[in-house]
């Protein structure tokens, strides 16, 4: 069973920390979602396997989160250039939207390694 707790936990603090690490571009969103990972596998408390599913849902929620922003936000720009410029705008904030949750799940894992790590540290 899923800790949402532990996972809301995990995303703030990959939150809090990937603004911080915006003054070390790469190296501090890679230490970010490593770190949330972490804290999240850690509050779960369910070991390695546990660990590893509660820190992917808190690295993956990060980046759904904003790819929803931004294909609202297209959409609504969208709507300033009238019914046709609505239309691609909602088109194009709908494959951003596909695009996003794809990166998404490829860039949690390395939140789930460190989640993985948090797991068996309990």
């Excluded at 939150?15 to 915006?22: A, D, H, P, Q, T």
């Amino acid at each position: 069973m899923t800790n949402w707790r532990a996972v809301i936990i995990g995303f703030g603090v990959i939150l809090v920390l990937g603004f911080v690490g915006m003054l070390l571009p790469g190296i501090g969103q890679l230490v970010a979602a490593l770190v949330g990972g972490f804290v999240a596998g850690y509050l779960a408390d369910g070991g390695l396997f546990s660990g590893f599913w509660h820190g992917l849902l808190a690295g993956s929620l990060g980046a759904l989160v904003l790819g929803v922003a931004l294909a609202i936000l297209l959409s609504v720009a969208g709507l300033a250039l009238g019914p046709v410029g609505g239309l691609i705008g909602g088109i194009a904030g709908l494959g951003t939207l596909v695009v996003v949750a794809i990166i998404a799940l490829i860039a949690a894992v390395d939140s789930g390694v460190g989640g993985a790590i948090g797991g068996v540290l309990t």
